[in-house]
Nanobody, 123 residues
């Protein structure tokens, strides 16, 4: 499976962005997917995941601000980001767990990764 992330950009604090991740290949429908991010000088971290049935999990620092969703018909994963903060600045990656429909926040469970899209939030 190949993943193509898009939608990043440079915005002011408080703005919104919607990230998209288009998948090609078989491993999308029914599999867990997620968004992760990596800020400069930091390790990649969990942001939000969604199971094959649509159950979601969020990192505490994005709860109430970000919404993950999926559209199986178009094989697209989304991350709606509202109320962006400078500390949200990072490269955002989408990923698929090609072995399970149950969503996990653990990065090592995800087999397929997109190339990342940069989000920069200025104060």
């Amino acid at each position: 499976v190949q993943l193509q992330a898009s939608g990043g950009g440079s915005v002011q604090a408080g703005a919104s962005l919607r990230l998209s991740c288009e998948a090609s290949g078989r491993k999308f429908t029914g599999y867990a997917m997620g968004w992760f991010r990596q800020a400069p000088g930091k390790e990649r971290e969990f942001v939000a995941v969604i199971s094959g049935r649509g159950t979601t999990q969020y990192a505490d620092f994005v709860k109430g601000r970000f919404t993950i969703s999926r559209e199986d018909g178009t094989k697209t994963l989304y991350l709606q980001m509202n109320g962006l903060r400078p500390e949200d600045t990072a490269v955002y990656y989408c990923a698929v767990d090609g072995s399970s429909s149950s969503a996990s926040s653990r990065l090592e469970y995800y087999d397929y990764w997109g190339q990342g899209t940069l989000v920069t939030v200025s104060s």
